[in-house]
């Protein structure tokens, strides 16, 4: 969840498991840097291995140190509940979880249904993008009375931070009006919505294409290219299910960018589109 890795092109897990235990063990994982070395060799992780060795040693002591070396036992120490099992994960910097991966990490293990939470389930927010964030302003469920603009003076991104916060409150939301929807099937954290949001803004409500009626209808060849879950993002008249949903005059609207890195932005990333949003990234 850290590292993009794909292990699927690896040899098999469950053999180098059998052949090297003890780095699954986190008890011997945390002092010991070679079985670091064993694991990211075998993942062919040879990139940012500065980075990925203090996290996994880390990792291990945090395991090692609160949870009786099983991440299983994380969501049983903790009660179930949501808010103490990301303050556990993200109150010491050492560790190395940002609130977001740990928001991540708990959806996936919701969604897989390893864990089951008692307390603040509501808590575990959709992850904020620029993704997520397009489509919310898009549908209506935020909106602003004045636009998003770019702006040279904003250094610290106040604007990007109070539309991430709000972002993330506009689909909590979402999820708790559904439940007040007859035989609803909701997902069972708000966090769940992320997939399909987030590919729905990578595919359908890009920042210059949008496949939605009365613009365009998403071409045949490239629905049939899409894996099947992204296919769900589509009705059956190839357009985008939220299409009834985004009124023409919030069909251009675009989040606002993160200044990000210093000496990397120029008055030409600066400029804002038509409905607003934009800004300095990187």
Known sequence: MHFRIDVHARSNPFEFY???????????VKDNDLLVDELLNFLDAQSQRDKRKPWMLNSARLLAEKYESS????????G?????IVKALTEEERYGFSTKKAHMFLRDMADLGVWK????????????????MRVSLRTGILQFRIPLLASLLDVFCYQYSMVDKLNREAWRGVWEEW?????NH?????ASMDYLIFRLG????RPNKRFCSPEREVPEKKLESLIPQDRLIFRADRYCIFSEVCQLERKMLNAPNSISIEGRTGWKSGKTSEGGGGGISS
Do not use: Q
């Open 202 to 205: 990578r595919i359908s409500c």
């Open 18 to 28: 059998k052949r090297h235990p003890n780095c699954f063990k986190p008890e011997r």
């Open 71 to 78: 991440a299983y036992k994380i969501n049983k120490i903790h």
């Open 117 to 132: 939470y008692k307390r603040n389930i509501g808590n575990l927010d959709v992850m904020s993008d620029k993704n997520t």
């Open 179 to 183: 439940d007040k929807i007859p035989d």
């Open 80 to 84: 179930g509940d949501v808010v103490e």
């Open 186 to 190: 909701r997902p069972p954290t708000p």
